[in-house]
Structure formats: structure tokens, C-alpha cells
């Protein structure tokens, strides 16, 4: 089951994307479904099948995002949260080798972007980070075993 949480960034960038493919693609794509279609045979015509597809797949993506904007909740920063891992927490952890990584805890819809250094909070290492302060240690279950990690900064998107 994933988490439905999100950041004020997260939502807003959904809505931007569900915006371009609403108001841009979908037109363009659908100006050249007629174009292709008035040519004749739709059977061996290229660029209607390819169009037709591209807008299935734009019809599909809307559906999901619109279904996504409904059940999300916005997350905000709350001064509360300083000293301690929480949503939309961007934590540097460091392991018993040395290794420093900088990790972000966002929603599951917002991973699956340019920034690799975000985690879902339904992921192993985020919910061994809840909660947790600076220079405490968290205990991450992995396929390949336990791993430890420590706490080295935490900060929050303000």
C-alpha cells in the first residue's frame, strides 16, 4: 500500500504535468489524429497509429494524475519538525565504511524524477529514518542483510 502523501513541490509539479498534457499534448496529438485519419487508409498509416497510440497514452496518464490529485495530502514543513527525520526531511546519513549519502523522504508519486536522491516514505531506509535525531543510528533490513546508518544532518525545504 502506498503512502498517499505528498510535498506542496511534488503537487504542484503533478498539476503542471497534468496542465501541458491537457492543454498542449492532447490537442496537438489529437489535431494529428484527424490530419492522419483524412489521408485515407488508417490501416497502413503510419502517423495515425503512432497518434493514436501517443493519445491513449496521454488519455491514461491524465486519468492517473487526476485520480492522484484527489487522494494525495499535501504535506508542509512544521516547525516541529526541526531536529528530527519526518516527511519531506532531507537527511545525510553516513555508514560504518565511510559512505555518505544525502536522502530526501518524499511520497511514492514524486521518486521517479531527475533528483535520484529522493526515497519513498514507504521505503525500508525512510521508515528506519522516522523519527530519528542527528547522531543516532538507523537499522536498515535489506535483502543483502542489516546495514547501519548514521544521522549526520538533517534539514527541511522551508
Not at 498509416?45 to 497518434?51: C, S
Not at 531536529?83 to 560504518?96: C, K, L, P, S, T
Request: charged share 40%; glycine share 6%; with cysteine.
Amino acid at each position: 500500500m502506498r503512502t498517499p502523501l505528498i510535498t506542496r513541490k511534488g503537487y504542484e509539479k503533478l498539476q503542471r504535468e497534468l496542465d501541458h498534457l491537457w492543454r498542449v499534448e492532447r490537442p496537438e496529438t489529437t489535431r494529428k489524429v484527424t490530419w492522419a485519419a483524412s489521408l485515407g487508409d488508417r490501416s497502413e498509416n503510419a502517423d495515425y497509429q503512432y497518434n493514436k497510440k501517443r493519445l491513449r497514452e496521454i488519455d491514461r496518464r491524465v486519468r492517473y494524475i487526476r485520480k492522484c490529485l484527489e487522494r494525495l495530502k499535501v504535506v508542509d514543513y512544521a516547525p516541529e519538525q526541526e531536529g528530527r527525520v519526518f516527511f519531506g526531511a532531507r537527511v545525510e546519513i553516513e555508514n560504518d565504511g565511510g559512505e555518505v549519502r544525502t536522502v530526501r523522504i518524499v511520497g511514492p508519486e514524486e521518486i521517479y524524477g531527475e533528483d535520484k536522491t529522493f526515497i519513498s516514505i514507504d521505503s525500508p531506509m525512510a521508515r528506519a529514518l522516522l523519527k530519528k535525531e542527528v547522531d543516532e543510528t538507523a537499522t536498515v533490513h535489506t535483502p543483502d542483510g542489516i546495514k547501519t546508518w548514521y544521522v549526520n544532518r538533517i534539514e527541511y525545504e522551508k
